[in-house]
């Protein structure tokens, strides 16, 4: 069956630092790769979407890389802020008559300390 | 950026009794919407897809005369949970992608609490 993880549950860095956060999947081939994020108590926001063929995506302090071979896609924060804190999930997207339809990796809480 | 608006925000209903969820897409048509369920410290999981001028299609598992599903119009999708019951507790949330985009939007969600 179908598996995303992202590998930790929490993850606590401290302000000005970069944080790394991971996604894997197995048993799955995502056409594109979505990063969102999650305060509580309210849905999910965009942030960046990768497909299959790219490589690296950056959009100001953010930064993802997508490897098909690995299964696997990192999300980067860089020069990170207690106001990134929240909690960080990966979707994937199969494309095609799944047009849509997400699959959500569990997430992963992420805390930023001053 | 596209908004999707979701009322209520939160509900407490009585068991046996049916609750409607709205979600609005506000400056985007969307022939398409969806709707997801998120229990406590768990990822969201896609219950169904909501299409306009047609029937929803539902994710394995979940009880289409349960949760209707209508979308009755390009900007308006709704949930009704019938007859609703404790373990329908959850927090639900709709998303719609604005028209020829692949990442979604979602709304704010909305607390659905069963006594």
């Known amino acids: 069956s179908q598996k995303i993880e992202q590998n930790s549950e929490a993850l606590n860095i401290q302000e000005g630092k970069t944080a790394t956060l991971t996604c894997n999947y197995t048993?799955?081939?995502?056409?594109?790769l979505q990063w969102y994020r999650q305060d509580p108590g309210r849905g999910p926001v965009f942030l960046l979407l990768?497909?299959?063929?790219?490589k690296e995506k950056r959009k100001e302090r953010l930064k993802v890389t997508f490897d098909t071979t690995l299964k696997q896609s990192l999300f980067h924060i860089t020069a990170s802020q207690p106001a990134d804190s929240a909690t960080y999930l990966c979707?994937?997207?199969?494309?095609?008559?799944?047009?849509?339809?997400?699959?959500f990796g569990q997430g992963t809480i992420l805390t930023v300390h001053p | 950026g596209a908004v999707v608006s979701q009322h209520p925000s939160w509900v407490i209903c009585k068991s046996g009794t049916s609750v409607k969820i709205e979600c609005r897409s506000l400056?985007?048509?969307?022939?398409?919407m969806f709707w997801y369920r998120q229990f406590p410290k768990q990822s969201l999981m896609l219950m169904a897809t909501?299409?306009?001028?047609?029937?929803?299609?539902?994710e394995q598992g979940v009880e289409k005369d349960k949760f209707l599903i209508n979308h009755a119009s390009l900007t308006l999708s709704t949930l009704t949970v019938t007859s609703a019951h404790p373990e329908d507790s959850s927090f639900y949330i709709c998303?719609?992608?604005?028209?020829?985009?692949?990442?979604?939007?979602f709304g704010p969600g909305t607390r659905l609490t069963v006594t």
């Open positions: 998303s719609a992608p604005p028209g020829g985009l692949h990442e979604q939007y």
């Open positions: 048993n799955y081939s995502p056409a594109y």
């Open positions: 990768i497909r299959e063929n790219e």
């Open positions: 979707a994937l997207d199969a494309g095609g008559t799944s047009y849509g339809k997400l699959t």
């Open positions: 400056d985007f048509q969307a022939t398409t």
């Open positions: 909501s299409n306009e001028g047609s029937k929803a299609t539902y």
